[in-house]
């Protein structure tokens, strides 16, 4: 089993620029989750689905949007990236109230 | 919304030394869970506790829910350099039908070999 994968790893945007972070994962897992990670911040929630066909606001979701594909893949769209949105992006999936897996991580620069 | 409380922010110990960290939480948590991040990696899971005054350990580790539901602490006993990294607790509760973790800002550990 891979658990959970993330690609890209590394990514380098413009102001402006769109990008899509891409998640799956091959635990079978109901809920899904997307992290930013910044310096003395910890990990902040910015959208989650607890199931497949559903998806809901984090802590921190202006400027994102997401798509729960199927049960395996949930992606996060930047739109209209900012360099305030640099950052580690981590995706983590569980079985309902269960401890989460982490993914490896997208580190993001906007420029 | 939630906020947890971690301390220390940062320990800087000898090679051999034993470890303490907690959290702190002015909400209740159902499950409290000790997360190790490693540089340039994602945090992986060290302990997960689901019970008011449960103790555990795993190895080295040793971690505690504590009674009032608003704490838990991590101990690492005879560290070791390969122990270097950030420790994250993380409480999480129950919203609506939906579970969600409130993470600490992290303890990064530097141990001196």
């Known amino acids: 089993n891979a658990g959970v994968t993330q690609t890209p790893k590394f990514q380098v945007l413009k102001t402006g620029q769109s990008m899509t972070l891409q998640c799956a994962q091959d635990m079978n897992h109901n809920s899904m989750y997307w992290y930013r990670q910044d310096p003395g911040m910890g990990l902040r929630l910015i959208y989650y689905?607890?199931?497949?066909?559903?998806?809901d606001k984090g802590e921190v979701p202006n400027g994102y949007n997401v798509s729960r594909l199927n049960k395996r893949e949930f992606s996060l769209r930047l739109e209209s990236a900012a360099p305030s949105q640099t950052s580690v992006y981590f995706c983590a999936s569980a079985i309902g109230g269960y401890e989460q897996f982490f993914g490896p991580g997208t580190r993001l620069t906007v420029l | 919304g939630q906020q947890l409380n971690q301390s220390p922010q940062s320990m800087f110990i000898q090679e051999g030394e034993d470890v303490s960290m907690n959290c702190t939480s002015s909400?209740?948590?159902?499950?409290w869970l000790w997360y190790k991040q490693d540089p340039g990696e994602g945090p992986v899971l060290l302990i997960a506790l689901y019970k008011a005054g449960e103790l555990t350990s795993n190895g080295r580790l040793t971690a505690q829910f504590g009674i009032t539901r608003k704490d838990s602490f991590l101990n690492i006993s005879a560290s070791i350099p390969s122990d270097v990294g950030i420790y994250f607790c993380a409480g999480q509760g129950k919203v609506g039908s939906n579970y969600k973790l409130t993470f600490g800002k992290g303890t990064l550990l530097t141990v001196n070999p």
């Open positions: 689905s607890a199931s497949e066909g559903t998806t």
């Open positions: 909400s209740i948590f159902n499950t």
